[in-house]
Antibody, heavy 119, light 110 residues
Framework: QVQLVQSGAEVKKPGASVKVSCKASGYTFSGNYLHWVRQAPGQGLEWMGWINPASGDTHYIQQFQGRVTMSSDTSISTLYLHLNRLRHDDTAVYYC????????????WGQGTLVTVAS | QSALTQPASVSGSPGQSITISCTGSSIDVGNYKFVSWYQQYPGEAPKLIISDVNKRPSGRSNRFSGSSSGSTASLTISGLQTEDEADYYCSSYAGSSSWVFGGGTKLIVL
């Protein structure tokens, strides 16, 4: 079955960077775009961007451009989210999610990775 | 892009039907048939319950249904059950390779 397994929780200081990984299994990794979504404590979902693992093409929401990099390693079916110049308001649970090949729904999600930015 | 607008909370009694609205604009909900709905329990990842306005993924209850008219999409839950108490989010493609979520709705089952 399709699984997305993310790396563990992180605690970072303001100004630092963080890298979250998401290992996919149970399907052809290059066959689906993968998205990153975050959720601040007690808040709603915020879409961050996507990556096409087959080509490496990416698209980021404007507010993250310049601070975020999404990448993938097809040899190990893993994608990465790198966020730098962390701020306190980057504290959130970060989710990777697979979009359906022929639909617009995020049909499988990782378990989430809590990133805490604190002095 | 601006978040889609959802009511902060809705409530209903077991057995009743409720509808959650998701209002966007002509650049997202009103222009694309890529509206999805997600259910999220506290401490868990969201789960897809409706994609492409009204398609139910395999294994999801047929008590969940979706529709859309103009720039407003709707999720209807019929035969409300206590296990339906959760947060619900809509999402839409917004053009230019971008997607947007709604602010979320807390469903309270009385």
């Amino acid at each position: 079955q399709v699984q997305l397994v993310q790396s563990g929780a992180e605690v970072k200081k303001p100004g630092a960077s963080v890298k979250v990984s998401c290992k996919a299994s149970g399907y052809t990794f290059s066959g689906n775009y993968l998205h990153w979504v975050r959720q601040a404590p007690g808040q709603g979902l915020e879409w961050m961007g996507w990556i096409n693992p087959a080509s490496g093409d990416t698209h980021y929401i404007q507010q993250f451009q310049g601070r975020v990099t999404m990448s993938s390693d097809t040899s190990i079916s893993t994608l990465y989210l790198h966020l730098n110049r962390l701020r306190h308001d980057d504290t959130a649970v970060y989710y990777c999610a697979r979009i359906g090949r022929f639909s617009g729904g995020l049909d499988h999600w990782g378990q989430g990775t809590l990133v805490t930015v604190a002095s | 892009q601006s978040a889609l607008t959802q009511p902060a909370s809705v409530s209903g009694s077991p057995g009743q039907s409720i509808t959650i609205s998701c209002t966007g604009s002509s650049i997202d909900v009103g222009n694309y048939k890529f509206v999805s709905w997600y259910q999220q329990y506290p401490g868990e990842a969201p789960k897809l319950i409706i994609s492409d306005v009204n398609k139910r993924p395999s294994g999801r209850s047929n008590r969940f249904s979706g529709s859309s008219s103009g720039s407003t999409a709707s999720l209807t839950i019929s035969g409300l059950q206590t296990e339906d108490e959760a947060d619900y989010y809509c999402s839409s493609y917004a053009g230019s390779s971008s997607w947007v979520f709604g602010g979320g709705t807390k469903l309270i089952v009385l």
